[in-house]
């Protein structure tokens, strides 16, 4: 079974987002979709509100398949992730070109850290590649429609927390 990692803050998670899972989707087994809390981002969300609003997004408004998608939350490294569940490959999106010098940099720490690890890049599709999760936060604060960025259960969980 090919099984990767897709790793992220997914504060709040994006149609952007969901776009790149779909595609690996197409390529993987499974995908286990791993948020974390990193020390030098500050979250709108808890960790486990992240956790319910991947899950709610994921397999209640999208009815995408549980059994080819594993929602968890992590606090070590990438590559300890992809160990314990036997996956070679870490996925990760890409918007712009901005994005890229960075994920270049990290699939490189990455494959220095275990050189069986791969990353692969995947871009959404052109209708999503601007969307952000610091975008969709700020317009929802603003009183702004965001029901084009993120499923439903995210607009709600978002204006619920305005």
Do not use: W
Not at 35 to 61: A, G
Request: net charge positive.
């Amino acid at each position: 079974m090919k099984i990767a990692i897709y790793p992220g803050t997914f504060d709040p998670i994006t149609y952007g987002h969901i776009d790149v899972i779909r595609k690996s989707l197409n390529v993987f087994d499974k995908i286990i979709v791993a948020t974390t809390d990193n020390v030098n981002k500050s979250y709108h969300f808890s960790i486990e509100d992240r956790l319910r609003i991947i899950h709610n997004s994921l397999f209640k408004d999208l009815k995408l398949s549980k059994s080819k998608i594993k929602v968890i939350s992590f606090d070590n490294l990438t590559i300890d992730l992809c160990k314990k569940f036997k996956a070679y490959t870490i996925i990760r999106g890409l918007r712009a070109v901005s994005d890229f010098e960075y994920e270049f940099q990290l699939a490189g720490m990455n494959k220095k850290l275990n050189s069986k690890i791969e990353t692969m890049f995947l871009m959404s599709d052109v209708e999503n590649q601007i969307i952000s999760s610091k975008f969709v936060k700020e317009i929802a604060n603003l009183g702004g429609n965001i029901e084009r960025f993120v499923t439903r259960s995210t607009v709600k969980m978002l204006k619920d927390k305005i």
